[in-house]
């Protein structure tokens, strides 16, 4: 069984930064590609960034140039470094794997349970 823990989240005021980090864990072998999503109160869970194993990225043009997705292939581990937040991207934001190949089992997709992100003054 594949888990994601995540953990960084909290309160921060404007234009402050915070620094997101997830850990996959359960006898993997390979990981295909990992980010972060995000669902604010009432909104539908979006993409915020995400990357390959060969290094290819992707970010939502709401946070390009503030947010940086980060990743060690070799620990199973991904970063999110959220600089110059905005209130607008108060949500929880989840980490998310995809391809996990273990022991026993290739998973299509993981999810964590999710970290609070308030930007607020």
């Known amino acids: 069984q594949v888990q994601l823990v995540e953990s960084g989240g909290g309160l921060v005021q404007p234009g402050g930064s915070l620094r997101l980090s997830c850990a996959a864990s359960?006898?993997?072998?390979?990981?295909?590609?990992m980010g972060w999503y995000r669902q604010a109160p009432g909104k539908q869970r979006e993409l915020v960034a995400v990357?390959?194993?060969?290094?290819?990225?992707n970010y939502a043009d709401s946070v390009k140039g503030r947010f940086t997705i980060y990743r060690h292939n070799a620990e199973n581990t991904v970063y999110l470094q959220m600089n110059s937040l905005k209130p607008e991207d108060t949500a929880v934001y989840y980490c998310?794997?995809?391809?996990?190949?273990?022991?026993?089992?290739?998973?299509?997709?993981?999810w964590g349970r999710g970290t609070l992100v308030t930007v607020s003054s």
């Open positions: 998310n794997a995809r391809n996990v190949l273990t022991a026993l089992h290739t998973y299509l997709e993981a």
């Open positions: 990357k390959t194993t060969g290094g290819s990225t």
């Open positions: 359960g006898s993997i072998f390979s990981i295909g590609a």
